[in-house]
């Protein structure tokens, strides 16, 4: 096993790669150019495709074509790009096509975008947010196959520090279980037998009268309750007899983490949470400490997005506060005041003393 | 974003305008483009035109969307009002805000990723309505903010700074905006002030849409060998047209030309443009002749600027829909609710 120094963006396409993705376009926006770069650069060098497209309009118009052709295809942005993408997002998520989104955020005011859907209608795509370069490379090639085990689009949630910083990785393919032939595509292997195929986001079927909307969008949800069930994944340290629980996402979370071992080292009863799938939630994690800890912490940097799924999950269980805030650089890429272990330290001693009494070196 | 103010000083010898407004008076923020950038030039030639129509910095609305060009309105005209849109929204916005309060002067500054890309529609359907306002084009064929993929304004076989030659048709701005009925059509060079500034004058005079393809070189990503919107390429292919003094209603008329040189156009407002002829008997008020002219030049690799055509008795918009003369921040409660008399009245007419 080799490890290579890589820039995220680098680290993100090759892995892109190795998933079986020969199709990506996208228009430039920072942090995400260079993603587009190295996809330019990489994609026909692997015999696929990268087109810099007009806007993000045509670049998840672009993808879903060759989604629907039965290619492994994907498009990308930021908060921004992807905004300009909702309606068709929400359109691919109804036509069931497994389309991957490379969302390189302008830090966490994005999770409400990612987490809700976005667009019109009732749905959700599958967020993965990675804490760092090597969990992205997983998760890229993770995103593929539960895109197509589910027909449904899945989000990586990365953000300006995990594209432009680099780490030393290994750059390896993961097998996945066999998935079955893409039966729905548009491949043209059946012209002239009369099975020919439509896609289409209103639940047609060919052959019928009508579309049954009430139908078609009762089964999208079942598949929703489904995938809830088996994909919600999270990460947690020092949760046996922690009276205080602090939670963050995203590569806060690795800051966050740092602190609270720190804080464990010194003797303080703290745990950590890390969803590692934004959607669906990881509820029960939550629910399972409520009854024992006297507060959950949510470190997040906003005005406060994900306390929500806190708070849904345990309902008034245990108090819930908000330990984080809006923080920036001068150029709103996220990178502010806040991301830094010493004031993180600060802010999660203070809380954890406030909630649970407890001097750090008790 | 990075702001920088200028100290709020005057040299002594600067020489006010007719409103008693000096050209400092129309600058903006030092910008932060990169040094030598094209678009700082244009910014210049708007606050010189501006200073010499002594237009009140107060009456001019300034929109943009995104990109550098759509950076440079903090580094124009500080004491006018600014509207920073969304990438390649500008036309719809400053159409709403020109239908609402038609008292102001509109400035629309774009680049050729923000109207040539994503805003292609928009830019598209604002030259279709004849909205009021100069649009300009700050052209560099390149995106630079986010450091040097082509646009749609790049030549097809023009290089990349890394050497790679681009495979897509260019779409010409100006040639579009002729197509799509804009009344003012020019293009120029950010390099040749010269030639722009009045040009931004008679554009600002011009009532209905005038548009200026300005090519604006990017130094840092598009200046290089190989591209053709660098400041060599477009010096050693530029092909004026005409070279045009404005006269404003105001102003004295002291320069003699012989006759058959130069072409004379009286604009709506009074203001005249005297055009010197440059290219042999090319008429800016033939539009079909300016549309072959044009795709003629393109083929030769040459790049046409100048006054390319005007209709001096453009309509706008606002003729177009019979608009109320009054911005509608003006309308007072009884123009708002004129009561039930007058809504059955407007009922029984549509009966």
């Not at chain 1, 859907?117 to 969990?135: A, K």
């Not at chain 1, 923080?327 to 991301?339: A, M, Q, T």
Request: aromatic share 8%.
């Amino acid at each position: 096993m080799t490890r290579r120094f890589v820039e995220g963006s680098e680290a993100i396409v090759e892995a892109a790669i190795l998933a079986g993705c020969r199709f990506f376009a996208g228009y430039p926006m920072t942090p995400f150019t260079e993603v587009l770069d190295h996809m330019a650069e990489k994609m026909p060098l692997a015999g696929g495709i990268c087109v810099n497209a007009e806007s993000e309009l045509e670049a998840v118009g672009m993808a879903w074509g060759a989604l629907a052709t039965g290619a492994r295809a994907a498009t990308g942005s930021t908060g921004q790009g992807l905004s300009l993408m909702q309606e068709s997002f929400s359109e691919i998520t109804r036509a069931e096509l497994p389309l991957v989104v490379v969302n390189m955020a302008r830090g966490q005011s994005d999770y409400y975008q990612s987490t809700r859907g976005g667009g019109h209608g009732d749905y959700f795509h599958i967020i993965l947010c990675p804490i760092d370069i090597h969990e992205a490379v997983e998760h890229i090639q993770l995103a593929f196959h539960l895109a197509d085990v589910w027909r449904n689009p899945v989000q990586i949630y990365g953000d300006y520090l995990l594209a432009h910083t680099a780490e030393a990785v290994e750059l390896e393919a993961i097998a996945f279980d066999t998935l079955p032939a893409k039966d729905w595509a548009l491949d043209g292997s059946l012209n002239g037998t009369g099975g020919s195929r439509n896609i289409n986001s209103i639940g047609m079927t060919k052959g019928n009268k009508g579309i049954e909307p009430e139908r078609f969008w009762k089964r999208l949800q079942a598949k929703y309750e489904a995938i809830k069930i088996a994909e919600a994944r999270h990460e947690a340290e020092f949760l046996e007899d922690a009276n205080y629980v602090v939670t963050a996402f995203g590569t806060t979370a690795k800051f966050v983490r740092h602190v609270i071992r720190e804080m464990r080292n010194e003797g303080s009863r703290i745990g950590y949470i890390r969803p590692i799938t934004l959607w669906p939630f990881p509820s029960q994690a939550f629910c399972d400490v409520a009854g024992s800890v006297r507060e959950i912490g949510v470190f997040e940097l906003n005005g406060g997005q994900m306390i929500d799924d806190v708070r849904l999950a345990v309902l008034g269980a245990a108090p819930v506060a908000a330990l984080g805030g809006i923080s920036s650089d001068e150029s709103g890429f996220g990178v502010g005041p806040l991301l830094n272990t010493d004031v993180i330290r600060s802010i999660l001693e203070a809380a954890y003393e406030r909630a649970t009494g407890e001097e750090k070196d008790q | 974003m990075t702001y920088l103010t200028k100290p709020k000083l005057h040299h002594p010898s600067l020489q006010p305008n007719q409103l008693g407004f000096t050209r400092r008076d129309y600058e903006g923020a030092i910008s932060t483009l990169c040094a030598g950038c094209g678009h700082d030039s244009i910014s210049a030639a708007l606050i010189q035109a501006c200073y010499q129509l002594d237009l009140p910095p107060h009456r001019i609305a300034k929109l943009s969307g995104i990109g550098c060009s759509s950076k440079t309105p903090t580094y124009f005209l500080g004491a006018s009002h600014g509207f920073n849109s969304v990438h390649g929204r500008m036309p719809s916005v400053l159409t709403g805000a020109n239908l609402a309060n038609r008292d102001l002067i509109y400035l629309g500054v774009s680049g050729d990723g923000d109207s040539a890309s994503i805003g292609l529609g928009q830019f598209a359907h604002l030259m279709r309505r004849g909205v009021n306002m100069l649009y300009i084009v700050e052209n560099n064929g390149v995106y630079g903010l986010t450091k040097g993929q082509f646009s749609a304004t790049s030549d097809c076989g023009s290089k990349s700074k890394k050497g790679v030659a681009n495979t897509d048709e260019a779409i010409d701005m100006a040639a579009m905006a002729l197509q799509l009925g804009a009344t003012f059509v020019a293009r120029s060079f950010s390099g040749d002030k010269t030639q722009l500034v009045p040009l931004i004058e008679a554009a600002l005079s011009h009532r209905g849409t005038a548009f200026i393809d300005c090519i604006s070189p990017c130094v840092a990503f598009n200046n290089h060998m190989g591209s053709t919107k660098s400041f060599d390429y477009v010096r050693e292919h530029n092909e004026a047209v005409n070279f045009l003094d404005v006269i404003t209603p105001r102003a004295e008329i002291t320069t003699e030309y012989s006759e058959g040189a130069v072409q004379e156009v009286t604009q709506h407002d009074g203001s005249i443009l005297r055009l010197r002829k440059l290219a042999g008997d090319y008429d800016v008020n033939d539009r079909i002749a300016a549309m072959r002219f044009l795709a003629e030049h393109a083929a030769e690799g040459e790049i046409v600027t100048g006054l390319l055509y005007v209709d001096p008795d453009a309509e706008d918009m606002h003729l177009h829909i019979k608009t109320v003369p009054t911005p509608l921040k003006d309308l007072n409660e009884t123009a708002l609710c004129p009561g039930s008399a007058a809504l059955h009245k407007l009922n029984a007419s549509l009966r």
